[in-house]
């Protein structure tokens, strides 16, 4: 008697995409999160009800609408010339002596716009491109601290403060040339790692394009409500007598606004609007904001880690905060 051997069942393997009991998306934590606010709505209009909350919104609402203006544009101008202009350009552009090519690329800061987060990404490929170092650092600092869309934004947040502009100018210039002329001195080949390839070489000029407008945008703009937020905060929930007391030391004062640059990360498009909201620290104080973060803050430490490596960041960094606080103190000496 013969009997047939049923082939084993087939077990189907359950697709990744059928739902396996609870799972968080981001309808199901929106819906969660208005059934909480409708839950919660007493407490919560007569916490915004409250003239501490209301002060808070004003002040971080005429951040970001002064602001977002200038970062937008700032974002697609430094996308247009990170895609569409040639690193090429720049080799050829620049002096072949090292000591003349420091200032000339710190100058072109000033007719290239764009954000600190571009100008990491900038540099590295003047470097593969040949340009020597110390003129891409240069230019590194100098075009996110005194390009046309920064000294612009500068001017409106400091309508009734002409001299905040040349001080800006002539203080963040001086310590991009000044870096840039101490690394051509003192830099060793061996402290700056080599850059890798951007993230968008290779693709087409429109997907790169938009590639980096998607990427400075949720960039800048995150840091930008941080920074109306810390600055909301300081000016409405912080007693008035502690900033008083920071803002009557001509020295705390100074390193305590240059810390909170490093600290906030804000965009150099709106940082101008953020400082100029705490009037009770002095013009020097609130340009020595100014001139240390397009230069360094915590998201230029790591992007510079990224793209030149961790001995040149811990290098570079604590001097180009030294020499920017210094630079700012002597420039607003003798401008404000």
């Excluded at 209301?54 to 101008?77: C, I, K, N, R, Y």
């Excluded at 470097?127 to 409106?156: D, K």
């Excluded at 060793?188 to 951007?198: E, I, L, S």
């Excluded at 400075?216 to 008083?244: E, I, Y």
């Amino acid at each position: 008697m013969t009997t047939t051997k049923e082939p084993p069942t087939r077990v189907e393997p359950r697709s990744v995409d059928q739902p396996q009991g609870w799972q968080f998306s981001s309808p199901l934590v929106l819906t969660m999160l208005l059934l909480l606010v409708i839950v919660a709505q007493g407490p919560i209009r007569r916490a915004l009800g409250a003239p501490v909350m209301q002060s808070w919104m004003t002040v971080f609402v005429a951040v970001v609408v002064q602001a977002l203006p200038f970062l937008v544009l700032g974002v697609l101008l430094s996308a247009v010339i990170a895609v569409f202009v040639p690193p090429s350009f720049f080799a050829r552009a620049l002096p072949r002596r090292p000591a003349l090519a420091v200032p000339v690329a710190g100058m072109a800061g000033a007719v290239l716009p764009g954000c600190e987060c571009a100008s990491v990404p900038v540099a590295g490929a003047l470097v593969r491109r040949g340009v020597t170092p110390a003129a891409a650092l240069a230019f590194l600092l100098s075009a996110p601290a005194i390009n046309p869309i920064v000294l612009t934004a500068t001017a409106v947040a400091f309508p009734r403060e002409p001299r905040m502009v040349l001080a800006r100018f002539v203080a963040s210039l001086l310590v991009a040339c000044v870096m840039g002329w101490l690394w051509q001195r003192l830099g060793r080949t061996d402290w700056m790692r080599a850059p890798a390839r951007p993230s968008y070489e290779g693709l087409g000029r429109g997907p790169a394009f938009w590639g980096s407008v998607r990427h400075d945008v949720m960039h800048a703009g995150g840091f930008l409500v941080v920074g109306a937020m810390a600055a909301a905060t300081l000016k409405a929930v912080v007693p008035a007598g502690w900033l008083s007391a920071a803002a009557g030391n001509p020295v705390v004062s100074v390193l305590a606004l240059a810390v909170l640059a490093v600290l906030l990360s804000i965009c150099s498009e709106a940082d101008a609007f953020v400082v100029a909201s705490l009037s009770q620290f002095s013009l020097t104080a609130r340009l020595a904001f100014l001139v240390v973060g397009p230069m360094i803050d915590l998201k230029l430490f790591a992007m510079q880690v990224g793209t030149f490596g961790r001995g040149f960041a811990a290098r570079f960094a604590p001097a180009t905060f030294a020499l920017a606080v210094l630079m700012s103190v002597l420039v607003g000496a003798v401008l404000l």
